[in-house]
């Protein structure tokens, strides 16, 4: 299972994640977005919202991240993850994400 940490709008020297200054540290997990290349509008309008409403740490995408099947292409697979990731990536909020059961049925794999 691929598991990676991606902390963009952190320091290229500093990428230590800190409890804020009140002792909080806010985590917000999502799963089964599964999504294709044609990523739902509704479903980034409410990742946006959320991370609006929430100002999350850290985001966890914990599996399933693409539409169940095969046949995506690498293309397809990296334009979907990156239509998913956009949002915490605008806002520089660093997110870890793993793939899912629903994951590996894909012809492509990424480097």
């Known amino acids: 299972m691929l598991c990676s940490l991606c902390c963009f709008g952190v320091s290229a020297t500093d990428k230590t994640l ?3 200054a009140d002792g909080t540290f806010r985590l917000l ?3 089964d977005f599964q999504d294709s290349q044609n990523t739902d509008a509704r479903s980034v ?3 946006n919202a959320i991370l609006d409403k929430y100002r999350p740490d850290v985001v966890v ?6 539409v169940p099947g095969n ?3 690498e293309a397809q ?3 979907a993850l ?3 990731l956009q949002p915490m990536e605008s806002r520089g909020i660093p997110f870890l994400f793993t793939f899912g059961n629903h994951d590996h049925g894909h012809d492509a794999t990424l480097d």
């Open 45 to 47: 309008a409410f990742l």
């Open 29 to 31: 997990q999502i799963n």
């Open 71 to 73: 046949g995506m292409s």
């Open 61 to 66: 995408l914990v599996g399933d991240q693409l």
């Open 18 to 20: 800190r409890f804020r």
């Open 82 to 84: 990156k239509n998913e």
């Open 77 to 79: 697979i990296r334009t």
